[in-house]
């Protein structure tokens, strides 16, 4: 009796494990920021898109092919050429996903790697062709305005295929190396330009001092001509006697010098 019952519980658990395990494989988990698509053997890819969870499936029948739709960082770069026929090496970094409820037409027609086989050719693209439209200098100068055409552009594009970009940005800008050297070669006579127009104020500006001091003594040597002229050796002796007054102010303030009355010849008046 006790065998018996040791066999139906035996046959009942293993039942349970046959059943765990069937049920176990009909099960498949979507974690969270990914969406799944049901590949159906006889029907083909179904429409329905599963979200976040755990979900039935018919195993051999069915199998689910799960996608990312969080953002994610791509780097593309290209080669092209500017309105001045210049070469543009030139890098765009893009956030990128799918739209969820196109999923199965991404699927579809363009398989797992969409992002291989859409991003590299539409930012390409669509890259030489708004490069295009400007020159080199223009690149440089009008950055923002030829971000934001390359990024419209660009999500117009990419929205074709489903494929939503977040943000598009320009990392890297480069020209060819004989731009660089021109460009360089610029600056350096722009440099030597500024020094020249410099040096040529400072000369000017000091041509000028020298005649505005020249008409200065010019005009002194006048007035002093005209006065000697109306007050003869009266100014002379004028000058002569301010003169010895600034001298004897001079010497009454240095130390170790002493005046002596007229006709005394030392320091001491001793009684002979």
Same mark, same amino acid.
């Given at each position: 009796?006790?065998?018996?019952?040791?066999?139906?519980?035996?046959?009942?658990?293993?039942?349970?494990?046959?059943?765990?395990?069937?049920?176990?494989?009909?099960?498949?988990?979507?974690?969270?920021?990914?969406?799944?698509?049901?590949?159906?053997?006889?029907?083909?890819?179904?429409?329905?898109?599963?979200?976040?969870?755990?979900?039935?499936?018919?195993?051999?029948?069915?199998?689910?092919?799960?996608?990312?739709?969080?953002?994610?960082?791509?780097?593309?770069?290209?080669?092209?050429?500017?309105?001045?026929?210049?070469?543009?090496?030139?890098?765009?970094?893009?956030?990128?996903?799918?739209?969820?409820?196109?999923?199965?037409?991404?699927?579809?027609?363009?398989?797992?790697?969409?992002?291989?086989?859409?991003?590299?050719?539409?930012?390409?693209?669509?890259?030489?062709?708004?490069?295009?439209?400007?020159?080199?200098?223009?690149?440089?100068?009008?950055?923002?305005?030829?971000?934001?055409?390359?990024?419209?552009?660009?999500?117009?594009?990419?929205?074709?295929?489903?494929?939503?970009?977040?943000?598009?940005?320009?990392?890297?800008?480069?020209?060819?190396?004989?731009?660089?050297?021109?460009?360089?070669?610029?600056?350096?006579?722009?440099?030597?330009?500024?020094? +020249? *127009?410099? =040096?040529? !104020?400072?000369?000017?500006?000091?041509?000028?001092?020298?005649? &505005?001091? $020249?008409?200065? @003594?010019?005009?002194?040597?006048?007035?002093? +001509? *005209?006065? =000697?002229? !109306?007050?003869?050796?009266?100014?002379?002796?004028?000058?002569? &006697?301010? $003169?010895?007054? @600034?001298?004897?102010?001079?010497?009454?303030? +240095? *130390?170790?010098?002493?005046?002596?009355?007229?006709?005394?010849?030392?320091?001491?008046? &001793?009684?002979?």
């Amino acid at each position: 009796m006790a065998t018996q019952f040791l066999n139906r519980i035996g046959q009942l658990g293993l039942g349970v494990a046959v059943v765990g395990g069937v049920v176990n494989s009909a099960l498949y988990n979507v974690d969270g920021g990914h969406r799944a698509v049901i590949f159906d053997r006889f029907s083909g890819v179904k429409q329905q898109v599963s979200g976040e969870g755990t979900h039935f499936f018919v195993p051999w029948v069915q199998r689910p092919i799960i996608f990312d739709i969080r953002s994610q960082p791509r780097n593309v770069p290209v080669v092209t050429g500017s309105k001045d026929l210049q070469n543009v090496n030139i890098t765009l970094r893009i956030l990128f996903r799918p739209v969820p409820d196109q999923l199965p037409k991404i699927y579809t027609i363009l398989g797992q790697d969409y992002d291989e086989r859409v991003l590299p050719s539409i930012t390409t693209e669509v890259l030489k062709a708004v490069v295009a439209q400007f020159d080199a200098g223009e690149l440089i100068t009008q950055r923002e305005m030829v971000s934001q055409k390359v990024s419209d552009d660009l999500t117009e594009r990419a929205a074709q295929f489903g494929v939503i970009l977040d943000d598009i940005s320009i990392t890297h800008l480069t020209f060819g190396k004989e731009f660089t050297q021109a460009v360089e070669m610029k600056q350096v006579a722009q440099q030597e330009a500024e020094k +020249a *127009r410099f =040096l040529v !104020e400072k000369a000017e500006q000091m041509k000028q001092a020298a005649i &505005i001091t $020249a008409e200065g @003594d010019a005009e002194a040597a006048k007035m002093l +001509a *005209r006065s =000697l002229k !109306e007050s003869g050796d009266g100014l002379i002796e004028l000058r002569r &006697i301010e $003169a010895a007054e @600034d001298i004897a102010y001079q010497m009454s303030r +240095a *130390r170790g010098v002493s005046y002596l009355p007229a006709g005394q010849q030392t320091l001491l008046n &001793i009684p002979q």
